[in-house]
């Protein structure tokens, strides 16, 4: 897991901050993006892709995160703008916010996925980084933590739709709320298909 990180430091950089996000898919809720430094050679061994994870050992390795990161940073990108900018914009936008959230400034950062969205940092795009590399399975931890968290907390304003135990994916029960109750201001207009919407 400490691959990439190694490759970067034999370039003389010591800080590296590893990003992903969470919530690129759901129907409703924000995508969250989060960015975490580690200090040089540490090893945090239960650290894996946050949705090989059991929920109480994300909750529990969150906290480990935050302690031992030299820097993190949770951001957000509300529905609004996803409808207004698509969700791939948004979620290069929520980690563009993560990473100028950090007290401290990369010198090299690593993204999940293959985007290749330009950074302002020297970057690497890591297809499938949240199981190749510490940093960025660190951050899809806080990512993903952070958005369910939020997702309950809405749960308790439309608990109609049922956030709290779907998260806002498009499950089958999701999509009869959605039929019934039609579509709350937390929703992403733009994900709204006829097969969501019951028309098909």
């Not at 950089?13 to 050679?41: Q, T």
């Not at 499950?171 to 019951?198: C, N, W």
């Amino acid at each position: 897991m400490l691959e990439f990180e190694n490759s970067v430091y034999e370039t003389g950089k010591n800080l590296i901050a590893g990003i992903d996000e969470a919530g690129r898919g759901p129907l409703a809720g924000p995508v969250c993006a989060a960015a975490v430094i580690f200090p040089k050679g540490l090893v945090i061994e239960e650290i894996n892709d946050s949705k090989k994870l059991t929920e109480k050992k994300r909750e529990k390795l969150f906290d480990v995160i935050i302690e031992k990161a030299v820097a993190y940073s949770i951001e957000f990108c509300y529905p609004d703008e996803i409808d207004e900018i698509n969700i791939r914009q948004a979620t290069h936008k929520a980690m563009e916010k993560a990473v100028n959230g950090l007290k401290i400034k990369p010198e090299h950062i690593l993204i999940d996925g293959n985007d290749n969205i330009p950074f302002d940092f020297p970057y690497t795009y890591i297809v499938k980084g949240d199981a190749k590399s510490q940093s960025i399975a660190a951050a899809s931890i806080l990512a993903k933590v952070s958005r369910d968290r939020l997702m309950v907390e809405l749960d308790e304003k439309y608990p109609q739709y049922g956030f709290a135990k779907h998260k806002g994916y498009g499950t089958k029960a999701h999509m009869e709320a959605i039929q019934q109750y039609g579509v709350s201001e937390v929703h992403r207009k733009s994900f709204m298909t006829d097969k969501v919407l019951g028309k098909v």
